[in-house]
């Protein structure tokens, strides 16, 4: 029998071993069963994991469940993000070090030591919310496996000719010292300031608006639009830059806004993108500026070895001093931030790694086409990354703790050269290549930058998948059922996974993709550890209420919607886990005579309420199929709550209690119909709130069923409906609440006898109404009841 308090501390660890050491889920490629495979994001080891990570991770475990209750064979593994610029910031917070400070063997050690650490912390946290990962299929993206899978498709697509280096401007985060690629900028608004300064064409002023006064010295051309009557006459003519006193030419292009500041703009190498586009289209020398530690460089006269900031300020200021600004206009100028540390980007000539993805748009496109999107609007956000795209990818990082590029460069000719593919993984840093070049030259140049974790992270199906390992399952195994993120990555993990699995597979790598939201700290602000906002630490949630509460807490959002979290909350998931486990502990009261045993017949209400199971089932397996786990469970919960509790336990109570009255067989009806929709909402709970259906499962139903688990249970399906059952249940949930209106208007107890109930019904519900008088007796306290055929269903109260 069921105690008469659940108590989730003592129970959901003492589950957690058992379905450990029963490996309830583990995955078996041979069973022959379908399989259903998940790709889940690893986590990034930046930190400690906070109640956003729950939220989205838990909403997609809750569809590894429901399609194992459907009985498929889910592959459902887990990695961990492990390498790369995040971890490498928590390593020198940790430690206390700067890693340009360090030998780099010796700060790859200190990070190799910290994430193992955080992925020991990570992996506890993620058992404790009673996840059905199978631990055997865990990777780590800096674990030599994965180092080697990701080092081969760098070569390939090299050699392919996909991958390239070259010497470019490049975006560069000056305050992580390294290159980035164009999926990891935001955008924000800052205060700066419009300034409007005196160049010269020949005797004439012309005056340009800017905000980058810093880069005057690596003014190389001013841009006119053709179409710009008041600039016509300058083109093809020379001007010169105020306080360098060179000349540089005016050229013409459509680019220049006729509309924005004074209709005629320098080009400098480089404030921005579109300086870029001209300085590659009109064949623009390069004139240095900023160096890559974010200083100006010292050749540059009066500002040289300031930050940019004070360079800004200090020309300025000169400017001001010569005569040559006209006015300074405050605005709010949107820039171009890195994700990562939040600092604005310059974009410096630098010598990177690429993959080509610009000459793949239309490829990648259609790839997105061919996906199906959970929830579907999120395609647009992909859709619109790719049409807007104006870089190829860069991959390649000035940054210690990556994946190493297994490259080394001739001294004498500068050829590449690969290593092999039988060395991998290999860190061509570390001892002699052995190589020697086609030009005869054995003295070979390692290459010091890793590889973007992206770059590795975008491999995860072909890592799940063993790609060109032992025991290689890629060719079964992609494309993979579904891939679950939040919605920021689409154009990074999402668009990346894409590219590379369309590149070395030519196969989409999922069917589906669920996309969930945001927890947000407060209105508009997303809680992330970079930000330090997370001020609810899964641990201490757990402890304080249960795994159980914080995952039926995270199934109440819409799929794709960001929403707020306060502990309050968890009160609705505390007052849900005490109804389940008091109905659970009524109804096993109800069957320890119980032996499964069919009934000679099922009364009416015993039909309505197995009908009304299968209804709210079947609607709840519609919305699962489409990921929206919210939608499901407010069906699941408005069955459990209106049609079993409120309704159908009160009607068949007093048939429960008094067979003496009703009946053995008309008991024996109830208790099969009590037995199958309590075990039914049990296995519909399951996916939700693992535990405490598990407690249930093992304490009665494990007797009679077959598993070892509820969660090894099927959900059955009803081949055919009754809707005149349904029917039939809706007039007696009429009557319930004509006589419950009754009561409570004239302040009544509803256990308070009337005398008389004379009830008024449509022809074809005579008979099972007359079958259910005792039934309403027990549950109205009715003297009598009078039933008559009719018209509309009436209920008279005497």
């Known amino acids: 029998m069921l105690s008469k308090k659940y108590d989730p501390q003592e129970a959901e660890k003492r589950w957690q071993d058992y379905w450990k050491q029963n490996k309830i889920y583990k995955f078996d490629g041979g069973s022959g069963k379908e399989v259903y495979s998940i790709d889940t994001p690893p986590p990034t080891v930046s930190g400690s994991l906070h109640i956003g990570h729950i939220f989205s991770y838990t909403q997609a475990e809750m569809i590894a469940r429901f399609h194992r209750m459907q009985g498929r064979e889910v592959f459902y593994p887990f990695g961990f993000d492990d390498n790369g610029l995040p971890t490498e910031r928590l390593v020198e917070r940790e430690k206390g070090i700067r890693a340009a400070n360090q030998e780099r063997k010796d700060f790859v050690n200190s990070c190799l030591d910290i994430t193992r650490k955080y992925e020991a912390e990570f992996r506890e946290l993620w058992m404790s919310m009673g996840f059905s990962v199978d631990w055997d299929l865990q990777y780590e993206t800096?674990?030599?496996?994965?180092?080697?899978?990701?080092?081969?498709?760098?070569?390939?697509?090299?050699?392919?000719?996909?991958?390239?280096?070259?010497?470019?401007?490049?975006?560069?985060?000056?305050?992580?010292?390294?290159?980035?690629?164009?999926?990891?900028?935001?955008?924000?608004?800052?205060?700066?300031?419009?300034?409007?300064?005196?160049?010269?064409?020949?005797?004439?002023?012309?005056?340009?608006?800017?905000?980058?006064?810093?880069?005057?010295?690596?003014?190389?051309?001013?841009?006119?639009?053709?179409e710009d009557e008041r600039y016509k006459k300058y083109i093809?003519?020379?001007?010169?830059?105020?306080?360098?006193?060179?000349?540089?030419?005016?050229?013409?292009?459509?680019?220049?806004?006729?509309?924005?500041?004074?209709g005629i703009v320098m080009c400098a190498t480089f404030g921005d993108t579109t300086d870029v586009e001209w300085y590659e289209k009109h064949n623009l020398p390069y004139r240095k500026v900023i160096e890559e530690n974010g200083f100006i460089d010292g050749q540059v006269p009066f500002i040289g070895e300031l930050k940019v900031e004070e360079a800004r300020r200090q020309i300025i200021a000169l400017l001001d001093e010569k005569g040559l600004l006209k006015k300074s206009e405050c605005l709010a100028h949107t820039v171009s931030i890195h994700e990562r540390c939040g600092k604005p980007i310059e974009i410096i000539p630098s010598k990177q790694w690429y993959i080509d993805i610009l000459k793949h748009k239309e490829e990648l496109l259609s790839a997105g086409d061919r996906i199906n999107w959970y929830p579907s609007s999120m395609k647009a956000r992909y859709t619109s990354w790719v049409e807007n795209l104006k870089w190829d990818w860069c991959i390649s990082r000035q940054r210690y703790f990556g994946i190493p590029f297994p490259v080394w460069y001739c001294s004498d000719c500068g050829n590449i050269i690969f290593a092999d593919e039988e060395e991998l993984p290999i860190n061509p840093m570390e001892g002699s290549s052995g190589k020697q070049c086609k030009c005869g030259c054995r003295e070979l140049i390692p290459e010091k930058a890793v590889m973007d974790t992206w770059a590795t992270s975008s491999l995860t199906p072909l890592i799940n998948g063993h790609w060109g390992e032992a025991g290689d399952m890629t060719d079964k195994l992609i494309p993979m059922s579904m891939r679950t993120q939040a919605h920021e990555i689409i154009r990074t993990w999402t668009f990346y996974t894409i590219a590379k699995t369309l590149f070395h597979t030519g196969r989409l790598p999922w069917k589906d993709i669920m996309i969930c939201g945001y927890v947000l700290a407060k209105k508009g602000e997303k809680i992330s550890k970079?930000?330090?906002?997370?001020?609810?630490?899964?641990?201490?949630?757990?402890?304080?209420?249960?795994?159980?509460?914080?995952?039926?807490?995270?199934?109440?959002?819409?799929?794709?919607?960001?929403?707020?979290?306060?502990?309050?909350?968890?009160?609705?998931?505390?007052?849900?886990?005490?109804?389940?486990?008091?109905?659970?502990?009524?109804?096993l009261m109800h069957l320890q005579d119980y032996k499964k045993e069919q009934p000679a017949a099922l009364m009416p209400i015993d039909r309505w309420i197995l009908e009304a199971f299968e209804n709210a089932q079947s609607k709840a397996r519609e919305y699962l199929d489409s990921y929206e786990v919210g939608l499901a469970l407010q069906e699941i919960d408005a069955f459990f709550w209106k049609e079993f509790c409120d309704n159908y336990l009160e009607i068949v109570k007093d048939r429960l209690y008094k067979p003496e009255v009703h009946g053995i067989e008309e008991r024996r009806s109830a208790q099969y119909a009590l037995y199958k929709i309590l075990l039914g909402i049990l296995k519909l709970y399951a996916i939700y709130v693992p535990h405490i259906t598990e407690e249930i499962y093992q304490d009665f139903y494990k007797a009679f069923e077959e598993e070892s688990s509820i969660h090894r249970m099927k959900w059955e399906q009803q081949e055919t409906g009754d809707p005149e059952a349904i029917h039939f249940g809706e007039a007696c949930k009429s009557i319930l609440g004509e006589i419950r209106k009754y009561k409570t208007e004239r302040n009544m107890s509803m256990k308070e006898p009337v005398n008389k109930l004379t009830i008024q019904a449509e022809e074809k519900l005579i008979k099972k109404l007359e079958a259910t008088i005792k039934d309403l007796k027990g549950c109205t306290s009715a003297g009598s009841i009078e039933i008559k055929a009719g018209g509309e269903l009436i209920v008279q109260i005497e």
């Open 142 to 226: 800096i674990s030599p496996r994965v180092q080697r899978i990701s080092q081969k498709s760098f070569i390939k697509l090299a050699k392919a000719g996909r991958a390239y280096i070259k010497e470019s401007p490049v975006l560069w985060c000056t305050n992580c010292r390294t290159s980035i690629a164009q999926a990891e900028l935001e955008s924000t608004d800052i205060e700066t300031s419009f300034n409007y300064v005196t160049f010269r064409c020949e005797g004439e002023e012309l005056i340009i608006a800017t905000t980058r006064p810093e880069l005057l010295y690596g003014c190389v051309c001013l841009f006119a639009n053709p």
């Open 530 to 587: 970079s930000k330090n906002n997370g001020a609810f630490d899964p641990k201490t949630l757990i402890a304080r209420n249960s795994a159980d509460a914080l995952r039926y807490w995270a199934a109440g959002a819409r799929l794709g919607t960001d929403t707020m979290f306060s502990e309050e909350d968890l009160k609705l998931s505390s007052r849900f886990m005490t109804k389940l486990w008091n109905a659970a502990k009524f109804s």
């Open 236 to 262: 093809g003519r020379s001007a010169r830059v105020p306080l360098y006193d060179y000349d540089i030419p005016i050229l013409a292009d459509e680019k220049a806004a006729i509309d924005k500041g004074t």
